[in-house]
């Protein structure tokens, strides 16, 4: 039974190492990426207008209507008609979101931005739940402050056959100094210059 135990061990400690030596070898570019051209596009005024506009709108939701627009849309995901998905992916900042994704010549793979509650406000593609708020990328963005920056592990994506990092920072109303949302972009590691 050791036999079989240790070949495993080695398996899986040696799968770390290689892992940990992927996400070691892109992380001065993603965070670099994320201070600087991330950071830029996503403080624009199409994204803080749109952030602010809808803060207004969800500032009073509690978690009830927040787990039913979630579920509302999770549903649409499988659904033929997704007129709440529809209307958050034709909206103005989702449009401006394609664009800087298209710009991005294969470097982004998808971008989302979420409001204060961690609802998307736009996106580059249909995302698989509207609520971010119990994960990471919003909690450890937007719930850190300003300079709220999450990096997450190099992953291959099935969807896009890419090597892909998610990008996660906060975003700041610069008339305030508050952060008021946050943005992830998903970055093809292969794409990095």
Known sequence: ??????PSMAFAT???FCATAIANEYSAALNKLAATSIKEWAHSEQV?????????ASEKMDQGNIDALDKQWRAETQADAKPMIDGVLNNPLSTYLKS??????GLYTEIFVMDMKGLNVGQSDITSDYWQGDEGKFQKTYGKGPD???ID????DDSTQTYQSQVSIA???PASNRVIGAVTVGVNVEELQ
């Open 171 to 173: 975003i700041v109303d």
């Open 100 to 105: 800087v994704k298209e710009e991005a010549a």
């Open 14 to 16: 040696s799968f770390l």
């Open 1 to 6: 039974m050791k036999k079989q135990i240790l």
């Open 148 to 150: 709220g920056t999450l």
């Open 48 to 56: 803080v207008t749109a952030i602010k506009k809808q803060n207004t």
């Open 153 to 156: 592990e190099v992953e291959f």
